[in-house]
């Protein structure tokens, strides 16, 4: 199926301009950019809030590393045209505004003065340098939320450090936990932390929201991202403050296998395809016997094998036969005789897989279509939920540089023609 | 309900300050023999798993084969602004007790379902793991290593149910912003395969935009075409990430500087070329991709980074790093980090007491620090049941919603 033919599912339980959207009263002034900050913002504006992001016309939003980068839809290159950029912008409002120089700034309190929410993933210290702390942000608007989300948060020795993606990760203890045993990290093969730092701080702000609602009290939301992913370790870092058992010990982190709970055969095997996988997990002796009766090799039958303790004195010998079976089929039909018969078993997705060929992918409307005006129309990520009442709905594209000005400066800000015309010709967006 | 998709999202809510109880079978929900258990004794209070996941919740056991423990499951449901369950499709239902069977009752209830694959799907009905999950998401095939004849890499800490669960937050918290202001729930249904295919950053949109397939590397970042390394194992034998390499003069000027007051700049040929990048004023490698200087000069900064690396401690090159405004990075352990000093300054390490077993047990601390409603671990992790009369005996049965006033008067 081409992208074009593919209708746009997303928004199938609320078409545009039909029906309620869940966040269609807040108003989200967003200076976050890469996808630890607009992965926030977007997930915001797909269920309706007006998310206004607020670039740099100087450096033609260059703050941002991922406008205008690969991956690209053709041999076009530019500022617009960047499809990462694309896919974490989807459903926001473009406007430029000069922040050094005053009338900028002027113009900046005047789209909080509007705002719920205030967003940015900025180190450290930039938004005070430039005359926006919450203090500052605060003096515009008293119930403000403003929402910062940096790499070691705004306080602490590391609070000047500089980070992106991998960097936060590392040093959180996430890297350390994928990886073969006594081996070097393998880690993440992407800004994982990016996702998830964007996730909670939709979680902050929402929060941030309801009590608002309830009090009408604002406030500032510091989000460390390290901190945050640091909490993501699980029981493993309690294994070390309850047991003194710290991860970095001899066999680790062995991420594949399930030291708990105690699984064998836990793994991702080899197939007979090159460079394709299939992932296996026995959870109890029930999976075991199901396993064996589908498997049908003689080292099955080794008594040994029939409990998990005595399956994990072996594991060294049961993945090496494990694999050995695996090698000599087909990774769908692994995964499909183990899952018919009650084993947990899932070939490892390459992304055509879950993306072109999934029934469940389809049904959902995962990968709805945007509209780009440069760009043209492109699949973009979804989002995982969907709300009976007021779903989301993706169909716009990332903004252009500026393309909302008039539409926000005079339409939202109440600027005059006069001044929005005086303005553009200072250059101030 | 206690499960295993839905636990993070009800850890989450009840750190943010709601009344979260958990609904346990008799004996306890399975998780609870989810190990490492304190003291390496197994038993349903002193699961690890179980504590991680249900810090700040009460419990109440409720055995929803029987009568009793139906009415008493409807008296809770009534009395709840959020359901929050992780059944399989159906179960619910079977007993007269899903979402449909209080709707039309209770208009304003937002019940969120959290399964593998939603609730109309089949696959929803099988059995999953956090690693088949994450092999069948799209997660696993972006980690792995250089060399391809090691398996892709799930990472540790069960994060198939941390993205289904954080998604279970985000999108019960949506619904909650919705009623605040209409004063109407709403069924919330969430996908942990769709949540992991949305979770791949590149993965996904390389394919969707160029049709383009990334593959793992070792400490980096899955791509089209192999890229540089960045992992350096230090002169301590830990691990560090050069980052992105610099391409600013002044952050040239400043990698000259940290070579020479190490004694390093002899043994490093690569200053060379850092002297070049200098004098032509720094490098933009995205444009001049195709100049072989420009190309030089960027391989021989990352080069002279890892000079400097593997003759100190990871800790000092990565604190010497980015006290010089280098963005580079240190592999720590997650106890490493949670010992760190930038971590004790900002109170991430959050002591609770564990007055059942005599000792405090600490925990990490908040994902974000708010300044007017702060999070917080309001207690810790329930034992077995340890709630169900009080909880029984306190909710109402009726409704005890707290909607905002302006909803509460018919406005809004």
């Not at chain 1, 049904?363 to 007021?390: F, N």
């Not at chain 2, 159906?90 to 694959?117: C, K, M, N, Q, Y």
């Not at chain 2, 769709?194 to 397939?213: K, M, R």
Request: glycine residues 12%.
């Amino acid at each position: 199926m081409t992208p074009t033919s593919r209708s746009n599912r997303g928004g199938r339980r609320r078409e545009a301009g039909a029906g309620p959207t869940a966040l269609g009263h807040l108003t989200i002034c967003d200076l976050s950019g890469q996808l630890a900050g607009a992965g926030a913002t977007r997930y915001l504006a797909a269920f309706g809030a007006r998310v206004i992001r607020v670039e740099d016309p100087v450096r033609q939003g260059r703050w941002d590393i991922i406008r205008g980068v690969m991956p690209h839809v053709d041999e076009r290159r530019g500022i617009e045209l960047g499809g990462g950029f694309n896919n974490h912008n989807v459903e926001k409002l473009g406007v430029t505004i000069n922040l050094r120089s005053e009338r900028g700034k002027d113009l900046l309190r005047r789209l909080v003065e509007v705002s719920d929410v205030v967003t940015e993933n900025f180190a450290a210290g930039v938004m005070a340098r430039m005359g926006f702390s919450y203090e500052d942000l605060r003096s515009i608007r008293e119930d403000i939320i403003y929402v910062s989300n940096s790499g070691f948060g705004h306080s602490g020795p590391y609070s000047t450090y500089k980070t992106f993606g991998p960097v936060v990760q590392a040093a959180c203890g996430l890297t350390f936990g994928v990886g073969a045993p006594d081996a070097a990290p393998a880690g993440w093969g992407f800004s994982y932390m990016d996702h998830m730092g964007a996730n909670l701080m939709v979680v902050a702000l929402l929060a941030a929201v309801a009590h608002r609602n309830r009090t009408g009290e604002g406030q500032w939301v510091d989000m460390s991202c390290t901190e945050a992913g640091l909490g993501l370790t699980g029981p493993d870092l309690l294994d070390y403050t309850v047991n003194d058992r710290p991860l970095r010990r001899p066999g680790r982190p062995d991420s594949n296998h399930s030291d708990q709970p105690p699984m064998a055969p836990h793994g991702i095997y080899p197939t007979c395809e090159e460079d394709r996988w299939v992932a296996i997990a026995c959870r109890d002796d029930r999976d075991w016997a199901a396993f064996a009766g589908v498997c049908g090799e003689p080292w099955v039958a080794e008594p040994g094998y029939t409990t998990v303790a005595g399956r994990l004195a072996g594991e060294a010998d049961i993945d090496r036969y494990v694999a050995g079976w695996t090698s000599g089929r087909s990774r769908r039909a692994v995964a499909g005789a183990l899952s018919a018969a009650g084993v947990p078993a899932a070939a490892v997705a390459l992304p055509e897989d879950r993306i072109d060929h999934d029934a469940d992918s389809d049904a959902w409307g995962l990968y709805p279509l945007a509209h780009h005006p440069e760009i043209g129309s492109v699949r973009v990520d979804g989002v995982p939920a969907h709300l009976s009442e007021t779903d989301w709905h993706i169909e716009r594209g990332a903004p252009l540089l500026g393309q909302h000005n008039r539409e926000v400066f005079c339409e939202l800000i109440g600027l005059g023609e006069d001044e929005f015309s005086a303005l553009a010709r200072e250059g101030v967006f | 309900m206690a499960s295993t998709w839905g636990a993070y999202a009800g850890r989450l809510l009840a750190e943010l300050g709601a009344d979260v109880v958990v609904v346990e079978p008799p004996g306890g929900h399975f998780t609870r023999t989810y190990g490492p258990f304190a003291g390496d004794r197994a038993h349903p209070d002193r699961s690890l798993w179980w504590w991680f996941y249900n810090s700040s919740k009460r419990s109440v056991v409720l055995d929803l084969e029987g009568a009793d423990g139906r009415d008493h499951f409807r008296q809770l449901v009534g009395a709840a602004d959020i359901v929050l369950e992780g059944e399989l499709p159906g179960r619910l239902a079977d007993a007269g007790l899903d979402h449909a069977d209080f709707a039309g009752s209770r208009p304003e209830l937002i019940w969120t379902s959290v399964t593998s694959h939603g609730r109309a799907s089949p696959r929803s009905s099988e059995p999953w793991t956090d690693l088949t999950m994450m092999a069948a998401s799209g997660v696993a095939w972006m980690n792995g290593y250089d060399d391809h004849s090691l398996p892709p890499m799930r990472g540790r800490g069960y994060h198939a149910l941390q993205i289904a669960g954080v998604h279970a937050a985000m999108a019960t918290l949506t619904a909650l912003a919705y009623r605040d202001v209409s004063g109407v729930g709403q069924h919330v249904d969430v996908s942990a395969f769709a949540a992991g295919n949305v979770t791949t950053e590149y993965g996904t949109v390389l394919h969707l935009v160029a049709g383009q397939t990334a593959q793992r590397q070792t400490g980096r970042h899955a791509a089209v075409q192999p890229t540089m390394e960045v992992q350096v194992r230090a002169a301590d034998g830990r691990y560090v990430t050069t980052g992105f390499p610099p391409q600013e003069a002044k952050d040239f000027q400043v990698l000259l500087a940290w070579l020479d007051e190490l004694g390093l700049r002899e043994s490093c040929p690569e200053v060379f070329f850092l002297e070049i990048g200098i004098e032509r004023g720094g490098i933009n490698v995205a444009r001049d991709f195709d100049d072989p200087e420009v190309v030089a000069i960027f391989a021989a900064v990352r080069t002279a980074l890892v000079h400097v690396a593997t003759h100190l401690p990871a800790v000092e090159f990565f604190e010497g790093a980015q006290q010089r405004d280098l963005q580079c990075g240190i592999v720590y352990s997650p106890e490493e980090a949670f010992e760190n000093h930038h971590f004790v300054a900002r109170g991430f390490q959050v002591p609770v007491a564990h007055e059942e077993l005599g000792r405090v047990v600490r925990y990490p601390g908040a994902p974000f620090q708010m300044g007017a409603s702060p999070w917080g671990i309001r207690r810790r992790p329930p034992l077995v049941g340890e709630h169900t009369a009080e909880v029984l005996g306190e909710w109402p049965e009726g409704p005890c919603i707290t909607l905002p006033p302006h909803v509460r008067s018919g406005g809004g």
